[in-house]
T-cell receptor, first 109, second 114 residues
Framework: KQEVTQIPAALSVPEGENLVLNCSFT??????LQWFRQDPGKGLTSLLL?????REQTSGRLNASLDKSSGRSTLYIAASQPGDSATYLC????????FGAGTTVTVRA | DTEVTQTPKHLVMGMTNKKSLKCEQH?????MYWYKQKAKKPPELMFV???????INESVPSRFSPECPNSSLLNLHLHALQPEDSALYLC?????????????FGSGTRLTVV
């Protein structure tokens, strides 16, 4: 069974700091990788999609990298803001999404 | 239209009631999914529909009955639920079940069983 590990489980930082969120998979057969954020009680919002032929993807202050050989992905958030407070998820995609526990981020004003 | 729309947003039902959750997308996606999410837990897959046919049922109790009347619509029929079924129910869609393209999620239905 595919397992997704997200480190750290929780993160609390002052506004302006850069964030590094890590994701690893037991099955290194990684296809497209999609990072999501989820606000409490809400649905999932797609942040970035790294296609299997790519090594990274950028959108504004967000940058996600993918190392298929090691089965790892990292999400970088530059100059964090209180609005970045949410849970971040990086499910494994193999015809269905398998989720880890996520990283809960709190950015203090 | 790049959204998945779920209705209702909130639902409170008794254990003897019958209700339905609705999910709609107009992106031409051919795969649609139901996920269940308990508080402070990640989403768990319930059902996958591929080209309007049920392709995956993750051993979900029969009190949950999915239906895909057409390529844009996905329903989840609920009957005789238990209080432990209270959760956020998320619908998602993707372009084609045979590839690994991105998923679009709806905002969810918050279900409370009393």
């Amino acid at each position: 069974k595919q397992e997704v590990t997200q480190i750290p489980a929780a993160l609390s930082v002052p506004e302006g700091e850069n964030l590094v969120l890590n994701c690893s998979f037991t099955d290194s057969a990684i296809y497209n990788l999609q990072w999501f954020r989820q606000d409490p009680g809400k649905g999932l919002t797609s942040l970035l999609l790294i296609q299997s032929s790519q090594r990274e993807q950028t959108s504004g202050r967000l940058n996600a990298s993918l190392d298929k050989s090691s089965g790892r992905s990292t999400l970088y958030i530059a100059a964090s803001q209180p609005g970045d407070s949410a849970t971040y998820l990086c499910p494994h995609n193999d015809y269905k999404l398998s989720f880890g526990a996520g990283t809960t981020v709190t950015v203090r004003a | 239209d790049t959204e998945v729309t779920q209705t209702p947003k909130h639902l409170v039902m008794g254990m003897t009631n019958k209700k339905s959750l609705k999910c709609e997308q107009h992106m031409g996606h051919r795969a649609m999914y139901w996920y269940k999410q308990k508080a402070k837990k990640p989403p768990e897959l319930m059902f996958v529909y591929s080209y309007e046919k049920l392709s995956i049922n993750e051993s979900v109790p029969s009190r949950f009955s999915p239906e895909c009347p057409n390529s844009s619509l996905l329903n989840l029929h609920l009957h005789a639920l238990q209080p432990e079924d209270s959760a956020l129910y998320l619908c998602a869609s993707s372009q084609d079940p045979r590839d690994h393209y991105g998923y679009t999620f709806g905002s969810g239905t918050r279900l409370t069983v009393v």
